[in-house]
Each structure stands twice: as structure tokens, then as C-alpha cells.
């Protein structure tokens, strides 16, 4: 089983949408949960951090699931440059240094 | 707002060839990791160093691979003879001590390495 699981999409929506990505970890002691957003052939970059009781940044809500190992990212009033790949990514618990694990991203493609 | 630098931006070299990819973190962190990602792929986690000592590295990190702080600002990731699946874009990253803003990793823009 992958250790961070993730629909690839791509996920084609109009301006103006709600979207919605799930993600799955298989590790139950993962201690901390993100949403990164990677532009095409750039650095991952961190969009969120995902919290036991849910935390919304203006347009996004990211939820954790911690009896379902489930992490969600909502979307909403999408934008034209939301278009991007959203990587689900959690920490590991060995050794307390904290590597990222990622998932493989799902692209969005926002369209007017 | 203080960032993580990368250089070269890209990097073409032979089979069997030495590269060093160079890194400089922001100023104030203490945790530098190394990951990979092959075009097309997710990223991977190669190795996180603290206290200049390895403390852990992946499967992927085998003998070919070796990374170093040789003074107080640059990390470097050094392949000492690539083969042509060491193609991908590496990313360095930093993280402040982990009371601060715990977990939270900034990444450099990352070099494309090709190797031909």
C-alpha cells in the first residue's frame, strides 16, 4: 500500500467552482499533515497545514481524519491561477527529523 | 522574506561523472534535507541533516551519494559517479528548530540534473 495516496486527476473545472481533493496515508502515527501546490517544474510549496479540528485560509478548508487516515482540501470560488498540482504530503515519525513523505499530487486545470 | 537558494539551476554531465549540487538554507534553520523528483513522479526524500551528521537517509541514498556542510551557510549533495536514473530535479529544504514553526520545510527551487 502507498504510504500517501492521492486521485491524480486531472481534475478540469470552470472559474468559479468548488473542487475537492482526498487523500489517504497508510501510517497511523503520522504526527503532522500538509497541503503543498507544485507549479509545473517548480518547488513544492506549502498551501497549508492540516489540523485534528479542520482550518479554512480564505478560499481553502483542509480536513484530517485521523480514525480514517483521511486529509481533504476544499476549493472553493476556484481562480484561474489555482491551476496547479496539490500534493497531499504527511511526516514520519522516525527519529523526530521530520522528512516529508508525498503523495503523487492531483492536478487541477482551472479553465474560464 | 529570507528564501532557500539552489545552484546551478540545471546541470548536464556524463554517465559516471562527479556532480555537486549546492544549497544555502535560510540563515537561522538547524534541519537540511535533500529530496528527488524523476519527471513525471512524486517527490522523494533522500536524506535530513542536523547537527552536521546524517540523521537518516532513504534507499536511495546508497554509497553514490554523500552531503556535506562545509561552512556555516552552503549544503551540498555530491552523486560521485551518476548513472542515467539520477536524472531528476533535486530539491534542498530547511525547517527552524522545530519549536518554531514546527515541521514546516521551505524548498529551494531545485536543480535539474540530466545526465546523459
Known amino acids: 500500500r502507498k504510504e500517501v495516496e492521492q486521485d491524480p486527476g486531472p481534475f478540469n473545472v470552470p472559474e468559479g467552482a468548488t473542487v475537492a481533493f482526498n487523500c489517504t496515508y497508510s501510517?497511523?502515527?503520522?504526527?503532522?499533515f500538509f497541503w503543498y501546490r507544485q507549479d509545473c517544474r517548480k518547488e513544492p510549496k506549502l498551501l497549508m497545514s492540516?489540523?485534528?479540528s479542520g482550518n479554512e485560509d480564505g478560499r481553502f478548508t483542509a480536513q484530517l481524519n485521523r480514525a480514517s487516515q483521511y486529509i481533504s482540501l476544499l476549493i472553493r470560488d476556484s481562480k484561474l491561477s489555482d491551476s496547479a498540482t496539490y500534493l497531499c504530503?504527511?511526516?514520519?515519525?522516525?527519529?523526530?527529523?521530520?522528512?516529508?513523505?508525498f503523495g503523487a499530487g492531483t492536478r487541477l486545470a482551472v479553465h474560464p | 522574506e529570507p528564501e532557500v537558494t539552489q545552484t546551478p539551476s540545471h546541470q548536464v554531465t556524463q554517465m559516471g561523472q562527479e556532480v555537486i549540487l549546492r544549497c544555502v538554507p535560510i540563515?537561522?534553520?538547524?534541519?537540511f534535507y535533500w529530496y528527488r523528483q524523476i519527471l513525471g513522479q512524486k517527490v522523494e526524500f533522500l536524506v535530513s541533516?542536523?547537527?552536521?551528521?546524517?540523521?537518516?537517509k532513504s534507499e536511495i541514498f546508497d554509497d553514490q551519494f554523500s552531503v556535506e556542510r562545509p561552512d556555516g551557510s552552503n549544503f551540498t549533495l555530491k552523486i560521485r559517479s551518476t548513472k542515467l536514473e539520477d536524472s531528476a530535479m533535486y530539491f534542498c529544504?530547511?525547517?527552524?528548530?522545530?519549536?518554531?514553526?514546527?515541521?514546516?520545510?521551505?524548498f529551494g527551487p531545485g536543480t535539474r540534473l540530466t545526465v546523459l
Open positions: 541533516f542536523y547537527n552536521n551528521e546524517i540523521s537518516e
Open positions: 540563515s537561522n534553520h538547524l534541519y
Open positions: 529544504a530547511s525547517r527552524p528548530d522545530g519549536t518554531l514553526r514546527y515541521n514546516e520545510q521551505f
Open positions: 492540516v489540523y485534528s
Open positions: 501510517n497511523s502515527a503520522s504526527q503532522s
Open positions: 504530503v504527511v511526516t514520519s515519525v522516525s527519529g523526530g527529523y521530520n522528512k516529508l513523505i
